[in-house]
């Protein structure tokens, strides 16, 4: 195992790095645009031998940065960034753009071989109203020079503050077809599109869009800069609300979602809370069928 290091700009982002290769970074306090929804995020993200695995701000869609918890449809609010779908007039600039706003760090700790954060954030409306209370945990863990791998645990829960229901959708939700993105979203680099998608049972490929069956999905891609190729593998881990369907691309672009109302709306009562689990292993290679079936039944959440 190889120890973590920890650089933090206060008020900006906290960087984790294992030798020196900085693995990600997580930004909480940039200054972004308002059409692009501001809320923390993590770019770059690289694999143990510098390979980025992210992408930040492309200019298909310039609110995708890394990965990210965002919401594209709450109640009218539009927490993703960018346009909101509107049935029968497609994607519509509206003045209905939330904030994400980091508050506070209630934990940074560093064990040597594991970093956890615990962030309390607050989602405030386009109109300045308080929705949502989250809190959210980040652990950085299983980093094994050996394999190539490192781990992100991301946990969340969602506590509605508005003072009644939200409706929390997607565009798919909303009548656009396999276009359930909400939640948990990875935006890959560039070079990945293309790659390949795999998942449990021997299945994969695009048509896994709107799928519930797979516990995981993994996706390979070949780097940019440095050589040969690397694994993105996402666990989409559970949910106490609805199910967690899988959001995939790679064409286009690449991106995966372990979606939590890809065509189902979820009712949050007011003070209820929704949390979610994931788990993402970032590998040094392109791994084989096996190896990803493997690494998902040695690390399943």
């Not at 863990?141 to 490192?150: C, L, P």
Request: with cysteine.
């Amino acid at each position: 195992m190889t120890g973590l290091t920890v650089t933090h700009e206060h008020g900006l982002k906290i960087g984790v790095g294992v030798g020196d290769v900085e693995i990600a970074s997580y930004v909480y306090g940039h200054d972004l645009p308002t059409f692009e929804a501001p809320k923390p995020y993590l770019y770059p993200m690289r694999t143990l031998s510098g390979a980025l695995v992210a992408a930040y701000r492309p200019h298909d869609h310039r609110w995708h940065k890394g990965l990210q918890m965002t919401w594209s449809h709450v109640s009218g609010q539009n927490f993703w960034g960018g346009n909101t779908y509107v049935h029968g007039q497609g994607y519509v600039a509206l003045d209905n753009v939330g904030t994400m706003r980091h508050d506070s760090f209630d934990i940074i700790d560093l064990t040597g071989d594991e970093l956890t954060l615990r962030e309390s954030l607050t989602w405030v409306a386009s109109t300045g109203e308080s929705w949502v209370a989250e809190t959210r945990t980040l652990r950085f863990h299983g980093v094994d020079a050996g394999r190539g791998t490192w781990l992100l645990d991301f946990g969340t829960e969602l506590r509605n503050i508005r003072g009644e229901a939200l409706e929390l959708g997607s565009p798919t939700t909303h009548g656009r077809p396999n276009a359930g993105y909400t939640g948990f979203f990875w935006r890959g680099p560039r070079g990945f599109t293309g790659g390949e998608i795999i998942t449990a049972g021997g299945g994969g490929g695009p048509e896994t869009m709107g799928s519930t069956e797979s516990p995981w999905l993994a996706y390979t891609g070949k780097n940019d800069d440095v050589d040969g190729g690397a694994t993105v593998l996402v666990l989409a881990g559970s949910t106490t609300h609805g199910t967690l369907t899988w959001f995939v691309r790679n064409d286009p672009f690449p991106a995966v979602n372990p979606s939590p109302a890809f065509d189902k709306e979820i009712t949050l009562a007011d003070g209820d809370s929704l949390s979610l689990q994931h788990r993402v292993a970032v590998a040094d290679r392109i791994w084989t069928r096996a190896e990803c079936e493997g690494f998902a039944a040695e690390h399943s959440l």
